[in-house]
């Protein structure tokens, strides 16, 4: 698999490179916006890891060229760690963060979760499987364990939303747009009190969701 990692940090662009290609990835560097744009263009790169701090154009443009022509997964790694950062880098297209300093593990862990959903077809089947649930897109039902279970309207578009992006993160202000409308984008409790009600129909245990998962001020991830 070949990664570009986009940083104009000298020393952590290399050590990045070491690390990937020490796990089997074929690693191509990029130092400004302009020759990651014209990397991803020429090497067909299978993932994308992008610093936002870059010398010439903001990380975010650089996000926005790619999603202009490329599905690619764009793993942002940057020092920025205000939500809002976060969330604007997520709704231009990017499919992941992670905040500097971190773990290589965890960076590669991302990496691979990333290449592996974009292999993935999105969920253009009628029904999806997720753990025990069982949830129809085209009779607009859910089943756990094979009994049906009772979602009002509004439980229904939250979680259908998250089942069309399944295994990838849906900021909140997508929800809020998509579920409730663009004059509900700053009531942010709407989603704690609906992602509460899905955890207590659709999780085992719904103190400890498994699959209906929040990122603190950024969003939500139904994760199969």
């Not at 570009?4 to 796990?23: Q, T």
């Not at 205000?82 to 971190?102: M, N, Q, R, S």
């Not at 077809?121 to 129809?136: F, H, K, S």
């Not at 085992?204 to 209906?212: C, F, I, K, M």
Request: aromatic share 4%; net charge negative.
């Amino acid at each position: 698999m070949k990664v570009l990692v986009v940083d104009d940090e000298p020393a952590l662009a290399r050590a990045l490179a070491i690390n990937l290609r020490a796990h089997g990835w074929d690693v191509v560097t990029a130092a400004d916006g302009r020759s990651a744009l014209e990397a991803a263009a020429t090497e067909h790169p299978d993932v994308v890891v992008l610093d936002l701090g870059l010398p010439d154009l903001d990380g975010t443009e650089v996000i926005a060229g790619l999603r202009g022509w490329t599905s690619v997964p764009i793993v942002v790694l940057s020092a920025r760690q205000h939500g809002d950062d976060k969330v604007e880098a997520l709704d231009l297209g990017a499919d992941d963060y992670v905040t500097k300093p971190f773990a290589m593990n965890e960076l590669m862990a991302r990496l691979r979760a990333a290449v592996r959903r974009a292999a993935e077809p999105a969920p253009a089947a009628a029904v999806v499987e997720v753990g025990d649930l069982r949830i129809d897109l085209a009779r607009k039902r859910v089943a756990r364990d094979g009994v049906d279970v009772r979602l009002t309207p509004t439980e229904w578009a939250f979680l259908e939303l998250l089942t069309r992006h399944l295994g990838r993160l849906v900021t909140r202000e997508q929800l809020l747009r998509e579920v409730w409308g663009p004059a509900y984008l700053h009531e942010g409790h709407y989603l704690r009190v609906y992602a509460a009600q899905l955890r207590r129909k659709l999780e085992a245990d719904p103190s400890r969701p498994r699959h209906l998962i929040t990122t603190p001020g950024v969003g939500y991830t139904l994760e199969p």
